[in-house]
């Protein structure tokens, strides 16, 4: 493919996590294989030089930060502590990003009205609240503009409003106010392929934008960083992990509740990854309940390390609630872990029946119920977990990862370009 891809990821970062790392993942792995020139944030520029990248030819960055500072300290500040009130810190993302793209039609706008880029595709940010500028002055200069893939917004379910009140998100209850942001109609019409990341927000776009909308969920694994194998199970007890922050929507409570009794019998031993404000509650309830010996609290743990804790485990247990992607599943999938997550947005559609465990959403009592069933059930029968470790790479591997995805991208800019034919469609609605 010779086109010319200009590529906007303002969050792309190889050192980072969550949306930084995905932006970098599929922007670098779009510029491997095409034409491609990458626009981001100045906070990005060093990690984009040490991976080898070279400024004003392979990316530019953008430095917006005489607003975009002082807006994210202005959030944090009603956030009232990190790790929580997420939707807050989005909408005064949103308000940063007018400017940041501002900056990139000033720099670029020239360029794309000379037709000298094919398609302009913004890859980040991933939530659908956060309108683009640029996508209609794509479509007057005649150039196509791709939005995606956008994630984001999954409503809070019925039964956790406690957990919702202990997550600070106040602006959750009136977030579809987005929808009267500017250019978030403009973006939508002007758009020639919007890519939806989950089920959840294509349902979220209004249904007149179907036709040029596809579903393509948003994460996938660099098998280099998780390229170890899952331990075999043994006799005596099964091995779990969790990783992930630690707070009320993720679940860890959840499971060290569901797992409780289990590891009371020394039948399973639990590795539980990440940091958080729940750490405190959790230690209590590890003395509270005796089963201290069982479960052990790494704390934070760099990325690149996480998977040799990971796959001294059979199975990887994510009670998350509200989980728009779940990235960290499909790392623990590549790694041969059988998954068992809550059957309620991202999780439930990167794991399949015949690759994993989906727990009914419902009530807390409900998820806690569904997890300890669950547990006891593999505890018994064991021999399930090595057919579905081996289901669960290979649907990692052929589908999700970054190479697959880039591949996945590259149809969609053929479509584009190529105005013939069925949009591309890579898993069932």
């Known amino acids: 493919m010779h086109a010319k891809i200009l590529i906007i990821a303002e969050a792309a970062n190889p050192n980072w996590v969550s949306v930084p790392l995905l932006g970098w993942s599929l922007a670098r792995t779009l510029s491997k294989t095409l034409s491609a020139h990458i626009i981001t944030h100045v906070r990005n520029r060093n990690a984009f030089l040490d991976a080898g990248l070279r400024e004003g030819t392979d990316f530019t960055a953008i430095d917006s930060d005489v607003v975009a500072r002082p807006l994210w300290q202005a959030a944090n500040i009603l956030r009232g502590k990190s790790g929580v009130g997420w939707t807050t810190n989005t909408a005064f993302s949103a308000l940063a990003y007018y400017y940041f793209e501002s900056l990139v039609w000033g720099r670029f706008g020239a360029a794309i009205r000379n037709h000298e880029y094919d ?9 659908p609240t956060i309108p683009s500028t640029i996508a209609i002055r794509c479509k007057r200069a005649g150039v196509p503009f791709i939005i995606g893939p956008l994630n984001g917004g999954v409503p809070w379910p019925t039964g956790f409003h406690d957990a919702r009140h202990k997550e600070r998100e106040w602006l959750s209850y009136i977030r579809s106010a987005y929808r009267l942001l500017p250019g978030y ?4 019409e002007s758009a020639a392929v919007i890519i939806a990341g989950s089920k959840d927000t294509l349902q979220q776009i209004p249904l007149k934008y179907h036709e040029k909308c596809i579903y393509l969920p948003e994460n996938a694994v660099n098998p280099e960083r998780f390229s170890l194998s899952a331990a075999s199970a043994t006799h005596s007890h099964l091995r779990a992990c969790f990783v992930g922050r630690l707070v009320p929507y993720k679940g860890p409570d959840m499971l060290l509740e569901a797992a409780a009794p289990f590891l009371k019998s020394d039948r399973l031993r639990l590795d539980i990854v990440g940091d958080g404000p729940m750490m405190p509650t959790l230690r209590k309830f590890l003395d509270d309940h005796g089963i201290s010996r069982n479960v052990t609290l790494h704390g934070w743990v760099k990325h690149a390390q996480v998977q040799d804790i ?3 485990s059979q199975l990887f247990i994510f009670p998350s609630i509200r989980e728009f992607g779940g990235g960290v599943i499909l790392e623990a999938m590549a790694l041969g872990l059988v998954p068992v997550v809550v059957n309620y947005a991202g999780p439930g559609e990167l794991v399949t ?41 290979i649907r990692v591997n052929s589908l999700f990862t970054w190479e697959a995805k880039a591949k996945q991208m590259t149809e969609v800019y053929r479509w584009v370009l190529s105005k013939k034919g069925n949009k591309p469609s890579f898993f069932r609605i």
């Open 310 to 312: 990971m796959c001294q």
């Open 353 to 393: 029946d015949d690759t994993g465990y989906r727990i009914p959403i419902g009530a807390r009592k409900d998820v806690v119920l569904g997890l300890q069933e669950c547990i006891h059930a593999i505890i018994n029968k064991p021999q399930l977990i090595e057919p579905m470790s081996r289901r669960a790479k």
């Open 185 to 188: 109609k403009n973006t939508l």
């Open 119 to 127: 398609i302009v595709h913004r890859v980040t940010p991933l939530s």
